[in-house]
DNA sequence: AAGAATGTCAACCGCAGTCGT
DNA sequence: GACGACTGCGGTTGACATTCT
């Protein structure tokens, strides 16, 4: 006996979205915010269940979504935290403002891990393959674990670094919730009160199509805006810390 | 030009974790 | 503690696009 489904899924939607349901939903997230995603299809008058609609958000619609193609930086960090962290890609995530997990993680299975493989480098370890192998063979000829003391001080160090990383991940995670709690709809309305007399309601279609409305650089200005002015109502000293504490685990290594 | 092969990415599925009762 | 509701995560799928033969 598994655990229902999230939601009643005769009569709902599937498949691709459209340009209206993208509307509906984008504008009743602005408007109301977000407080619950199962309730979010009946109010917003979708036929989709919450968790779809929880996704086409994160994935798609967020207003704060970088566009474009990862660059060669932010692929280098891709692999040194997939080094770090493993197929944990909302981790990895958070290291990207901007960036969904869906979009790092396949980046990663369709362009970084062919890559690796071509430069001869172990997808899961990083290692070059040859290396990986001859580790591999030792652990199987010599199982043997190290001192009692060896053990106990990396585990100790191992510990020591999960506790930086989680603070760091809880830090970067509250900036997250701030920015998503607070109210787009009111920042967007009196944004475009106060650029342009146009329509207040914010519309897809505008964003996509120039000709309609404002232009897509006025409205990625606008967003952009949106983004820095959260930017400027956070502490910075939290990220001071995380530099900090970067540091350190980069010494760890 | 046409069909096959391959690549890309949005969306779905199921599980695990968390929270309230 | 058990249970159900809900959210978030990671693996996977499948439709569409692009490249190759």
């Known amino acids: 006996m598994g655990r229902q489904p999230c939601c009643d899924k005769v009569g709902l939607k599937r498949g691709p979205w459209t340009i209206e ?12 915010g977000i407080h619950c995603w199962r309730m979010v299809p009946k109010l917003a ?44 890609w909302s981790k990895i995530a958070s ?7 869906n979009e790092i993680k396949n980046h990663w299975n369709t ?11 172990d997808t899961v370890t990083h290692m070059p393959v040859e290396e990986k192998e001859k580790v591999e063979e030792k652990i199987e000829t010599n199982p043997e674990p190290n001192s009692l003391k060896e053990q106990e001080e990396t585990r100790g160090k191992e510990n020591e670094a999960k506790m930086v990383l989680d603070g760091r991940n809880d830090l970067l995670n509250d900036y997250e919730v701030l920015c998503g709690s607070l109210d787009v709809g009111l920042w967007w309305n009196q ?8 329509s207040l309601s914010l519309s897809l279609e505008d964003s996509l199509n120039p000709s309609m409305g404002e232009s897509p650089s006025m409205k990625e200005d606008s967003i952009q805006k949106w983004v820095d002015s959260v930017d400027s109502m956070l502490s910075w000293d939290g990220f001071n810390q995380l530099e900090e504490e970067l540091i350190f685990l980069e010494n760890f290594q």
């Open 45 to 88: 008058g979708l036929l989709r269940c919450g968790k779809s609609c929880r996704l086409r958000w994160i994935n798609y619609l967020r207003p704060d979504l970088k566009r474009g193609a990862l660059s060669e930086a932010e692929e280098d960090q891709i692999i040194q935290l997939h080094a770090r962290l493993g197929n944990r």
């Open 111 to 121: 362009r970084i891990k062919k890559r690796q493989k071509i430069l001869g480098l």
């Open 95 to 101: 290291h990207f403002p901007g960036r969904t997990d």
């Open 21 to 32: 349901e993208d509307h509906k939903l984008m504008n009743f997230i602005f408007n109301n």
């Open 191 to 198: 944004e475009t009160t106060n650029s342009n007399s146009q």
